[in-house]
């Protein structure tokens, strides 16, 4: 989750305290790479994928592969965001904020749609986003990528591609940022 | 999800700070792409009801408020005063238990009476919005104006808006006077001295008499409509001649700069406070200030029941 949105979100509010670095840029880049090679595999190239990054969190994720996609096969997908704060089953706990928008810049029927979140945890955030991919058209396959995938699912939600897949605590926190990825601590 | 025990009310612009308004506003504009997907509708509210509780006839603002409601997927149950038991004598704080006892977790109240929808707010848990209280506050009215003119130029500071007419009965007028200068912007008033309130001395507006001596220096013109059924004595001499000096022509939209906007809260008196012609300017923004009312509406019901704030103070603790 964006460090953002959790410094807003009780009763996870405080400072994120970082005690490890998990993947360096370096090691971002590459995993970002590989994914959008495995993307590229699986769907036999670009023509039908629509890019979509989970909002806060997922968007510079999505922005990253799809430039990474486009690196490789010489065409850009089309990419969009998309904010599930709306479509959540705990809403009131987490924010909605007028940052987060929805722009997706295609009609999604028949599209094949890649879902790109920063952190998969407990599999809600996934499980809102397939409810409002579906109001927005009907894909002709969803699939899902995230940079790190931490376990302690709650639903039946399993990532396609993953930047990569780190055991944690339930407490702790995993930050996706520009630079790294870190794992940490929320301290009052 | 709990029901909230206490929840906040939405019962006037009066007292709000800037910031709350600029938050509203802010998120309205997440509610307003809802409004334009294929869907227009998200699970935010499920299982939540809204009451609309109306003692007075309204197309807009009831009508908003249910399409508001079910977008966020509440359910609405409704109740128009002439077909209730009110006319058998019951009580309005017996009406609104009998309305509360349904399970409704927000109540829209219109009255006639100024100050009905904070008696209201006393009586019950539910959250109680202000769809207009006699010739006190209309402020979802108020924030959709507001929203409508930030549409258009970005932000209301420095904006000189004059509010056109029967001011002494409006609701509207009141709300607006107060959001529009909380957000930085200049306000005249224009009308016949008789439809002015008593009290404008202590309003942070300016007054004139003449609209055609403003026209030329004005960012928006708000056009209000003459209330004829809160007008009881004899204060304009006839229609007509009110529509000699106060209605918006053709020949006077013309004199309006040419980047100026047209406001009207609707409904419109054709011929009266406005002209066909002048409400179907290319300037005139009436009917987006009927599709902005969704919107607003919408962030009013998902703060005060989908993120349990209060919107006169801080967060309330979360039902977990």
Known sequence: MAERERRQTPPFGGIFVPHARIMTADDMGRAIRRMAHEVIERNYGLEEIVVVGLQTGGVPVAERLAQSLEDIEGIRPPVGTLDVALHRDDIGIRPVVPEAVTDLPTDLDGRIVVLVDDVLFTGRTIRAALDAVCDFGRPRSVQLAVMVDRGHRELPIRPDYVGKNLPTRRDEVVDVHEVGVDLGVMQK | ?320
């Open chain 2, 1 to 320: 999800m709990a029901t909230n025990a206490s929840a906040g009310h939405f019962l006037g612009i009066d007292g709000m700070a800037r910031a709350d308004l600029e938050e509203i506003l802010e998120l309205t504009t997440t509610f307003a792409e809802i409004g334009r997907r294929p869907i227009p509708k998200v699970p935010a509210l499920r299982g939540r009801t809204v009451a609309t509780v109306f003692f007075e006839n309204s197309t807009r603002t009831r009508m908003s408020f249910e399409t508001a409601a079910r977008r966020l997927s509440a359910d609405t149950i409704a109740l128009s005063a002439g077909g209730s038991s009110l006319s058998k004598g019951e009580s309005l704080r017996d009406t609104i238990e009998v309305v509360t006892s349904y399970g409704a977790d927000a109540l829209v109240v219109r009255h006639p009476m100024a100050g009905t929808a904070h008696r209201v707010a006393a009586w019950t848990d539910a959250a109680v919005i202000n769809a207009g209280d006699g010739c006190h506050e209309h402020p979802t009215q108020a924030l959709l104006d507001c929203y409508t003119l930030r549409e258009r130029r970005g932000a209301l500071d420095g904006m000189r808006i004059a509010i056109v007419g029967d001011i002494r009965h409006s609701r509207v007028a009141r709300s607006d006077v107060l959001a529009f200068t909380a957000l930085g912007a200049e306000v005249v008033l224009v009308a016949p001295a008789t439809l002015l309130p008593p009290a404008v001395v202590g309003w942070p507006v300016t007054v004139a008499h003449e609209l055609d001596l403003v026209l030329s220096d004005l960012d928006a013109v708000y056009l209000l409509r003459i209330q004829h059924e809160r007008i009881t004595e004899g204060l304009i001499p006839s229609i007509r001649e009110y529509a000699n000096d106060f209605s918006l022509t053709p020949e006077r939209a013309n004199r309006l700069p040419t980047d100026a906007l047209i406001l009207h809260p609707g409904p419109t008196n054709l011929g009266v406070e406005i002209s066909a012609a002048a409400a179907a300017d290319s300037r005139s923004v009436i009917l987006d200030q009927v599709v902005n009312g969704v919107s607003v509406r919408m962030a009013i019901l998902f703060l005060l029941l989908g993120s349990n704030r209060n919107l006169t103070g801080g967060a309330v603790e979360g039902d977990r």
